[in-house]
């Protein structure tokens, strides 16, 4: 029989043939490094019997979805050394998460992080043994029977659960046998290097009503240097945490009145609207509008907008006069209503129209980080009313502007095409046409994208922006959502050239995504370190002493008249500490000034990055704006 590779090649096996068989009868090194396959589209074991006419993609560690089965197998092999070490803890489930996976157990005595030594050695064993991956099905009410046999309740529950006539799958690796949908290595000694990292609690099912669970989370990867390069990253990741940062540089506080809710400090309040300038000159330039829609609004219309029946668990919600309302979590139907509130020709479009909206979303405590996950944002949005023929334009225009965002900060990034996900709103002949005029618009612009199918919002396909950071983490910020369907919803209008009445198309649009995140991003980014044009402060002079102090003061204020954010040390303290607490504000400019500078105009520089000049105040002050003016980092 033949199966149709990747490539679109024909490859002939034999009846019944593997996807291993099939693997080998490829390459020997590719048989060698296969850790699963897709067939048709769908995940399988190597194990999986081919027919004739499939199409057939063996996936190695070199694959995402080949390193997440290598994670998941890891999984399985932490709950095989827990069962062994523990044998009366419960397990409940052990999905792949970033970077890792982890296990949620149920504990007869609790365990800490000490004990995780032990686990990580019977784990050792287990792949040494390098014990053959056998997956095996039963009917709904024989893996019930098993599941109570081994007493698991927890997967006794999951199974309960699933429709009646259901096949279920379970992965058995020695004496040990786990519910699981798959797939998996052929077997554990695939496993060259993983680490369990940490203990935390978890709820089961993440409800607070139900029991405390255990959470042991692991990493894994397909070498050991790649696992150490990921620690040192992780160690790197602990200096810059935006939360000690934001904390030592005075930039925000969360605090527990306001859970999820930060508090902006002076130092923080001058960054956040520094990005604010930035953003409304870079919208005006491009032809943008800014309006400002109210924070809360009744029921009927987030009926309309759908918000009410697919977004209402993450919605605040309080009644006045008697009338059901919420607080926006989005601000797109307030942007409609300013769209409605007059008569449109086709003349007018596209409109840009920016908000720089505080929208709120329920989001549960234990998620609840930093300025990453809040429950209060200001969301950078931008929403585009335009006709058909102006999408793809339109489209191109916003990436150009994103990429502009992006890199000015320094930042590389990747894109990801995003399509219907199952509950979604619309016809087919809308998706499909809104899924390709992005398409379109990011061929045509010679962008590489992956297609992540399924993401999509539920009323359109969208565009994702994921950076890079300096030290190689990925963030998701900007989005390009093409709307088919509130249009339609709320009954939106043009009047065209021929005289009659059409529908507009719309974009929903953010660059920086939530300005607290992306703040929160940048301090990581910048390890604090931000640029001058950015930094709360720019320029701190130091006087060696009080004799100094007029000359410093006659700085000071030149500085400030020009638009510079600066500050004299006046304390009575050594040169040297000063020095230090500049450096520890991580302030861009410190100004040492001593006799010499005072009688002759001067300035002795000493920069962030440790580099030293000595030059004339004006010159200095020429430097700073230039800096200013052009964005330079350092």
Not at 200 to 219: C, S, V
Not at 393 to 413: C, M, Q
Request: hydrophobic residues 40%.
């Amino acid at each position: 029989m033949n199966v149709i590779l990747k490539n679109g090649d024909g490859l002939e096996v034999v009846e019944n043939a593997t996807a291993m068989q099939a693997a080998v009868a490829i390459s020997e090194g590719l048989a060698r490094n296969a850790v699963c396959a897709k067939v048709n589209g769908e995940l399988v074991d190597l194990s999986h019997v081919l027919k004739d006419g499939d199409n057939l993609e063996i996936v190695t560690l070199k694959d995402k979805e080949g390193l997440q089965v290598y994670r998941h197998t890891c999984a399985h092999v932490l709950a095989q050394a827990l069962k062994t070490v523990y044998p009366t803890c419960k397990l409940s489930i052990g999905p792949v998460i970033e970077n890792g996976f982890y296990y949620d157990i149920d504990f007869v005595t609790p365990i800490t992080q000490a004990d995780l030594a032990k686990v990580e050695s019977e784990m050792q064993k287990i792949i040494k043994s390098n014990l053959p991956i056998e997956r095996f099905t039963l009917p709904k009410e024989e893996a019930i029977a098993l599941m109570k046999e081994y007493s698991e309740n927890y997967k006794v529950e999951l199974i309960e659960e699933l429709p009646e006539g259901e096949t279920i799958s379970f992965y058995k690796q020695g004496s040990f046998t786990d519910l699981c949908r798959g797939p998996h290595l052929p077997s554990t000694g695939k496993i060259k290097a993983f680490k369990l990292t940490s203990i935390a609690g978890a709820y089961w099912r993440g409800d607070e009503h139900n029991k405390m669970l255990t959470r042991i989370y692991g990493t894994a990867f397909a070498k050991k240097d790649e696992m150490e390069a990921y620690f040192t990253m992780l160690e790197e990741a602990k200096k810059r945490d935006h939360t000690k940062l934001g904390k030592e540089l005075k930039l925000f506080a969360i605090l527990n009145e306001g859970k999820g809710l930060p508090f902006f400090l002076p130092n923080g309040m001058i960054l956040k609207n520094t990005l604010i300038e930035y953003w409304r000159e870079l919208h005006t330039r491009e032809g943008y509008v800014e309006v400002s829609t109210p924070i809360m609004l009744n029921r009927t219309l987030w009926e309309t907008s759908g918000h009410w029946d697919h977004y209402r668990d993450n919605m605040y919600t309080t009644k006045v006069d008697d009338e059901d309302f919420a607080i926006k979590p989005m601000n797109c139907p307030g942007g409609i209503l300013v769209y409605k509130n007059e008569p449109h020709s086709y003349k007018d479009l596209p409109i840009r129209m920016g908000e720089l909206g505080l929208v709120h979303r329920h989001e549960k405590s234990g998620q609840l980080h930093g300025l990453f996950r809040v429950r209060c944002f200001t969301q950078d949005d931008a929403h585009i009313f335009m006709t058909r023929e102006q999408i793809k334009d339109e489209i191109k225009g916003i990436v150009r502007l994103i990429n502009e965002v992006y890199t000015l900060f320094g930042f590389k990034y990747h894109v990801e095409l995003s399509t219907r996900p199952e509950n979604s709103m619309g016809s087919d002949e809308d998706w499909n046409t809104a899924t390709d005029a992005l398409r379109q618009a990011l061929d045509d612009m010679g962008l590489d994208y992956v297609v992540n199918e399924g993401d999509g919002a539920f009323y359109g396909p969208k565009i994702d922006f994921h950076l890079e950071d300096s030290i190689g983490r990925t963030w998701q910020c900007g989005t390009i959502q093409l709307d088919f369907q509130l249009p339609q919803r709320f009954e939106l209008e043009y009047v065209g050239e021929d005289g009659g009445k059409h529908r507009p198309i719309m974009v929903h649009r953010v660059a920086f995504g939530s300005i607290e995140r992306f703040i929160g991003i940048l301090i990581e980014h910048f390890a604090g370190k931000f640029p001058v044009w950015l930094s709360p402060l720019q320029v701190k002079i130091l006087p060696i002493t009080d004799r100094q102090l007029g000359y410093a003061g006659e700085l000071c204020e030149k500085m400030k008249a020009a638009g510079i954010r600066v500050q004299v040390d006046d304390r009575s303290e050594k040169i040297g500490y000063k020095i230090r607490e500049a450096q520890m504000e991580k302030v861009p400019y410190m100004l040492v000034i001593g006799e010499k500078e005072a009688e002759a105009g001067l300035v002795a520089v000493r920069r962030r990055d440790g580099e030293q000049s000595v030059v004339s105040a004006d010159e200095f002050l020429a430097t700073v704006l230039s800096d200013i003016e052009n964005k330079t980092a350092f």
